[in-house]
């Protein structure tokens, strides 16, 4: 069965500092991968998506992704944290049973990131 | 250009009532999603749509109903509401074939007491 999983409810982490927020995905042939960010009270917001390529995404906000196809991960990564980046991150790969004649994704259950002043 | 906008933004509904979610995207997308979300459990698929006309089941569609008479709105209908409907619903849309990220609408927050 295709799944994501975010290991990590929440990760703290220091202004300033990297942060990284985990994902791992389990489906057949090749994956296309998506990372989403919801602030408080509102829908989630597109950061990135990996389809092939080169295996470092770059993204919204300064976010890129690590595509990692040994260890089925796609871990959020961000080089020097701001508080305003607190919020609920989520992982999602494409359904592969439908691909682009639906694109339905499956979520991950969301990581929150905590910044700490 | 509004994106994907939805109404209401919070609604309390009484045990067996009903009510329409709506949704409305102005960026000419074919699919469009409608989810539930919980606390702790993500984001679960209730229905979707590839184009005006054509609906079909997500993973939780127990208790509601969809139509798409036009490619710009997607309603969701809740039947006889219940407790267990309490949740944040959010709409989302999305070009065509090929690989495309999802556009959410900012959530409807709903009770049923």
């Known amino acids: 069965a295709q799944s994501v999983a975010q290991p990590e409810d929440q990760v703290n982490v220091a202004e300033g500092n990297p942060l990284t927020v985990k994902c791992t995905y389990s489906?057949?042939?090749?994956?296309?991968l998506f990372w989403y960010v919801q602030y408080p009270n509102r829908g989630l917001q597109f950061l990135l998506k990996?389809?092939?390529?080169?295996?470092l995404v770059k993204g919204s906000y300064g976010f890129e992704a690590e595509f990692n196809k040994s260890q089925t991960s796609f871990h959020l990564k961000k080089p020097s944290a701001l508080v305003s980046d607190s919020a609920l991150y989520f992982c999602?790969?494409?359904?592969?049973?439908?691909?682009?004649?639906?694109?339905?994704?499956?979520f991950g259950t969301g990581t929150l990131l905590a910044v700490q002043p | 250009n509004a994106g994907v906008t939805q109404t209401p933004k919070f609604r309390i509904l009484k045990i067996g009532q009903s009510m329409t979610l709506q949704c409305t995207q102005d960026?000419?997308?074919?699919?469009m999603y409608w989810y539930r979300q919980d606390p702790g459990m993500g984001l679960k698929l209730i229905y979707y749509s590839v184009g005006a006309g054509i609906t079909d089941k997500g993973e939780v569609p127990n208790g509601y109903n969809v139509s798409r008479s036009t490619t710009e709105d997607f309603p969701l209908r809740l039947e006889l509401a219940a407790p267990s409907q309490t949740s944040v619903y959010f709409c989302?849309?999305?070009?065509?074939?090929?690989?495309?990220?999802?556009?959410f609408g900012p959530g409807t927050r709903l009770t049923v007491t």
């Open positions: 489906v057949s042939g090749n994956p296309y």
């Open positions: 999602a790969v494409r359904d592969r049973r439908y691909g682009g004649a639906t694109n339905k994704l499956i």
């Open positions: 960026m000419n997308h074919n699919y």
């Open positions: 990996y389809i092939t390529g080169d295996n």
């Open positions: 989302a849309s999305s070009y065509g074939t090929g690989v495309h990220e999802q556009y």
